[in-house]
């Protein structure tokens, strides 16, 4: 429920009656919100990150706070970004003809936090849904700016659901996006469309040629993939002398499989690992010799 606006804060009850006020982040945020990131977040960000979010020079993020008597009990951080300039992985969540436009943006959430003890309360959708209003109010951003977006690790449920509830749809499995302490974790991308923002039809991808020639050559892997443990599978319960001779021109013919049905695609950036490879949106581990599929 909104009691008050002004252009810069608001002052609502969240779901259990709390009073919260609402405003944009400000310079004197700045030790409040590195310490609160560093409860929150197992990733560490440097001392120039959080200069960067609540000095804000060049307009580029907005992010907001909600306090309660004075207390920042909550935390948004976004930057609005181009879309054309935006990485590999996480372009093409728009439909086509966007792509033709240089002002279309999109707002990236960095960070969204809740101090512990008022989770479950409604705070952050209070956050959100204060955010949605701005990109679809500020007049500079209410034509161009057509989704949010952000990343989240795939064992982070809690939030997972929390956007799902708020009808951020998932948009892609980033294997291995994140590393946290020298370990790599799995990612997951959402987005939320708004101001006229929207995906491709989910029927156009079925009048492209290359996308039947993605699926034939996909499954023709698959399928050696599946024969070859299936073979592997029968051949254990042969003697160890038996399966020796009998296996190795399997695994050979494997090889050769993937050697066809992968010389295709080009690596088009590395992420983490330098053995990782992102390729018409499948991941390729040469070391582990997987193929994840988004
Ligand atoms: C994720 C987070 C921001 C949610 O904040 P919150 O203020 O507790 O969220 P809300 O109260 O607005 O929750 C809205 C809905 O999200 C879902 N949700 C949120 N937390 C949940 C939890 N712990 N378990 C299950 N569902 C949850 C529920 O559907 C909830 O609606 P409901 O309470 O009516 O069932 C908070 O848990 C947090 O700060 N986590 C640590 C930091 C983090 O992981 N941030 C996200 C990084 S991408």
Same mark, same amino acid.
């Given at each position: 429920?909104?009691? @008050?606006?002004?252009?810069?804060? +608001?002052?609502? /009850?969240?779901?259990? =009656?709390?009073?919260?006020?609402? +405003? ?27 200069? !960067? #979010?609540?000095? @804000? ?23 609005? +970004?181009?879309?054309? @300039? ?5 372009? =093409?969540? $728009? ?26 309360? =409604? ?16 007049? !500079? $951003?209410?034509?161009?700016?057509? /989704?949010?977006?952000?990343?989240? $690790? ?5 939030? #997972? +659901? ?34 006229? =923002? ?8 079925? #009048? ?22 299936? *073979?592997? %599978? ?24 993937? !050697?066809?049905? *992968?010389?295709?695609?080009?690596? $088009? ?5 330098? %053995?990782? %490879?992102? #390729? @018409? ?14």
């Amino acid at each position: 429920m909104i009691i @008050n606006m002004s252009p810069n804060f +608001r002052t609502m /009850a969240s779901s259990s =009656g709390d009073m919260i006020r609402m +405003r944009f982040l400000n310079p004197s945020d700045l030790d409040v919100v590195r310490r609160l990131c560093q409860e929150w977040f197992p990733v560490r960000y440097p001392d120039a990150w959080y200069e !960067t #979010i609540v000095n @804000n020079h060049n307009q580029r993020f907005c992010s907001l706070v909600a306090t309660i008597n004075d207390e920042i009990v909550a935390l948004l951080v976004t930057e609005i +970004r181009s879309y054309q @300039n935006l990485n590999y992985e996480d372009f =093409g969540f $728009l439909a086509k003809h966007f792509e033709h436009y240089d002002n279309i943006q999109v707002a990236y959430i960095l960070t969204l936090g809740v101090v512990k003890r008022l989770r479950r309360r =409604g705070i952050a959708t209070l956050l959100v849904k204060n955010l949605i209003q701005n990109l679809q109010t500020i007049s !500079t $951003l209410k034509n161009d700016c057509k /989704a949010i977006y952000l990343h989240v $690790l795939t064992t982070n449920m809690y939030a #997972i +659901r929390f956007y799902e509830k708020l009808q951020f749809q998932r948009y892609k499995l980033l294997p291995l996006y994140y590393s946290i302490n020298d370990c790599s974790y799995d990612g997951y991308s959402y987005v939320y469309y708004l101001n006229d =923002g929207h995906p491709s039809s989910w029927w156009l991808p079925l #009048i492209n040629p290359k996308y039947h020639l993605l699926i034939v050559r996909n499954s023709l892997r698959s399928i050696t993939i599946q024969t070859y443990y299936q *073979c592997d %599978h029968i051949l254990q319960s042969f003697s160890l002398l038996s399966s020796l001779i009998t296996r190795w021109p399997l695994k050979f013919l494997r090889k050769i499989f993937d !050697t066809i049905l *992968c010389r295709h695609r080009c690596s $088009l950036f590395k992420l983490h690992d330098d %053995h990782y %490879h992102y #390729i @018409n949106n499948h991941y390729y581990d040469e070391q582990k010799n997987h193929l994840y599929v988004c």
